[in-house]
């Protein structure tokens, strides 16, 4: 027995937990959560799956093969689980777990637990039911409703230390059924949690460690939740509040639909410095017709006014993007319009992905299905156009100043990382001590996916 053993009760002896995050970081934040709600039973997170006791694979569903994926992924860990004596529990969460929970128990027997997001608190009953039913011979357990209480209720305090950048959840669900996604099946509706809660987790983040807080939410600017007063809140008088919060030094929020940037969150980018002047704002596409065939509920010019308020309130503001192309009854004359709307604003990064059917969606039966060889020429297009803007982007920071939160060590000895206020990764050469700080540098060197720089030791000994 080892000396972090706590005894013979199977119940608390120490166990070894691996799991596995695919997808948004909302994915992230749950793979956290799931590991703080088992801790008590005894688990404790191991970095791979050989030799653990039980295997979470916390998966996403939002494009391309990603049940097929999961199936094969699942294929690996059953010669684990086999090579264990079958003593490995092994669990399916995440969305592929809610949208294809009965197919996954049909194609994999093997698997113990299958789990939807909404029922992560349930976790250590599910795994006793596990255990009794291995024992008795039965099935596996599946958990996929949207059960009546708030899974937020009932998960225990984070437990782990959090790093310097944390991540924290404030919103699941979403109601605006874009006729791509399938979020608003899989997460179900939108669903806020309160502003107590919200500041009471920040605060506990703050206390082991964290300096910057990202909230969370598959449509975190719809975010509406009750305040300390019993008003309610929208995001932009949450930030307010959260800026407040002694030891916090940055302040960010993702994923955002541009209907609900309000004029009080657009305030809130004027007002408070520590929100980084970095937004995550899909458009999706530049062309009205498309956006209205995805019910996006906004034109591209709705887009380019918002972005150009945003840029008054909060000039030094660069922006992030989803693209999609593709997307069912998208012409070339469409997709010019998207290259036009990216040569318009100028973007700092993006993401882009060719239009996936997702079943049960409703573009996925919809007519005019673009081939394959098209969305294929389409997206290395706009992604040509997307990594030039991230290179002049990042060329332009070389010889100014930015402010570098350092998060860890860098690949090279002597070297330290962190985030600039727009993500980008930064190396300088460092002492270990200062990470957890947010310090200026000086920027000298532009690489692929990184930037080097020194840092500005007058201030430092200021
Ligand atoms: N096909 C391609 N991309 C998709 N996304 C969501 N659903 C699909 C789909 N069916 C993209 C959108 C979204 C991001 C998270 O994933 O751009 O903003
Ligand atoms: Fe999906 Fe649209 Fe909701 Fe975003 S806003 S999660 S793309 S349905």
Redesign the pocket.
């Known amino acids: 027995m080892t000396p972090t053993d706590r005894g013979t009760n199977p119940q608390t002896a120490r166990k070894r937990l691996h799991v596995i995050t695919w997808g948004c970081q909302m994915n992230v934040y749950d793979s956290g959560r799931m590991s703080d709600v088992l801790a008590p039973l005894g688990y404790v997170p191991t970095d791979t799956p050989e030799g653990a006791d039980m295997v979470i694979l916390n998966t996403c569903h939002i494009r391309d093969k990603a049940a097929e994926k999961v199936f094969s992924e699942l294929g690996r860990l059953r010669r684990l689980k086999d090579a264990s004596g079958g003593h490995m529990i092994l669990a399916v969460a995440g969305c592929v777990a809610q949208a294809e929970g009965k197919e996954i128990l049909t194609r994999a027997p093997y698997v113990d637990i299958v789990l939807g997001p909404q029922t992560y608190h349930r976790l250590p009953e599910m795994v006793a039911r596990a255990a009794r039913a291995a024992n008795g011979g039965q099935g596996a357990v599946i958990e996929t409703d949207f059960p009546a209480e708030d899974k937020f209720d009932h998960l225990p305090e984070q437990s782990a230390p959090r790093g310097v950048n944390a991540f924290l959840t404030i919103q699941e669900g979403?109601?605006?059924?874009?006729s791509?996604?399938?979020?608003?099946y899989t997460?179900g509706a939108e669903q806020s949690r309160s502003a107590v809660t919200i500041l009471a987790e920040a605060r506990r983040l703050i206390a082991q460690g964290s300096r910057e807080i990202t909230v969370l939410g598959?449509?975190v600017n719809a975010w509406h939740g009750e305040a300390p007063d019993g008003s309610t809140w929208g995001l932009g008088r949450l930030l307010r509040a959260m800026a407040e919060l002694p030891g916090l030094l940055r302040l960010r929020y993702a994923?955002s639909?541009p209907r609900d940037m309000d004029e009080a969150l657009i305030e809130a980018h004027r007002d408070l410095p520590m929100l980084m002047p970095f937004l995550h704002l899909?458009v999706?596409s530049g062309s009205d017709r498309v956006l209205a065939a995805m019910?996006?509920k906004h034109t591209s010019d709705d887009y380019r006014r918002l972005v150009d308020r945003l840029r008054t309130a909060r000039p030094d503001l660069a922006l992030s993007s989803?693209f999609i192309v593709g997307h069912p009854g998208e012409t070339e004359t469409d997709f010019e319009a998207t290259m036009s709307l990216v040569r318009d604003v100028g973007f700092a990064q993006a993401y882009s992905f060719k239009y996936s059917q997702r079943p049960g969606t409703p573009a996925a039966g919809a007519p005019g299905q673009v081939p394959e060889v098209e969305k294929d020429r389409r997206l290395q297009a706009l992604q040509a156009l997307l990594r030039d803007q991230q290179a002049r982007f990042n060329a332009a920071c070389v010889g100014t100043e930015m402010s570098v939160l350092f998060t860890g060590p860098g690949r090279h000895p002597g070297q330290i990382v962190g985030r600039s206020s727009y993500l980008q990764p930064i190396h300088v050469l460092g002492s270990a001590s200062l990470i957890g700080e947010d310090l200026p540098v000086r920027i000298q060197a532009a690489l692929p996916n990184s930037l080097s720089g020194t840092l500005i030791q007058e201030r430092l000994s200021a």
């Open positions: 979403c109601d605006k059924f874009c791509f996604c399938v979020v608003p997460r598959q449509n994923t639909h899909p999706q019910n996006r989803d």
